[in-house]
Nanobody
């Protein structure tokens, strides 16, 4: 079992930055691929980025490439999402998720943190 708790959301002006954190419980954090997803009002949840257990591989949706960076600190059981050059269209609830298989289904989810980007 993995429990995930996100933090770091808030209100920021367009062009600004935020760093989200996701703290995980459990002693096998490094064995999980981690991902960030987001859901804007009235829209379906969408994939944003993922990182493998060791942190050696990452993947981003095209809309955030060059602006967002995912990273992890396995010693702290934490995954991060650094978001730069934020745009109003990045406004959403951001969720972190864990998958026991890289490229597999995400079976564990956090409660989400709100990110609002004002124009």
């Amino acid at each position: 079992q993995v429990q995930l708790v996100e933090s770091g959301g808030g209100l920021v002006q367009a062009g600004g930055s935020l760093r989200l954190s996701c703290a995980a419980s459990g002693r096998t954090f490094s064995s999980y691929a981690m991902g960030w997803f987001r859901q804007a009002p009235g829209k379906e949840r969408e994939f944003v980025t993922t990182i493998n257990g060791s942190g050696s591989r990452t993947y981003y949706v095209d809309s955030v490439k060059g602006r967002f960076t995912i990273s992890r600190d396995n010693a702290k059981n934490t995954v991060y999402l650094q978001m730069n050059s934020l745009k109003p269209e990045d406004t959403a609830v951001y969720y972190c998720a864990a998958s026991s298989v890289e490229g597999g289904k995400y079976g564990y989810w956090g409660q989400g943190t709100q990110v609002t980007v004002s124009s």
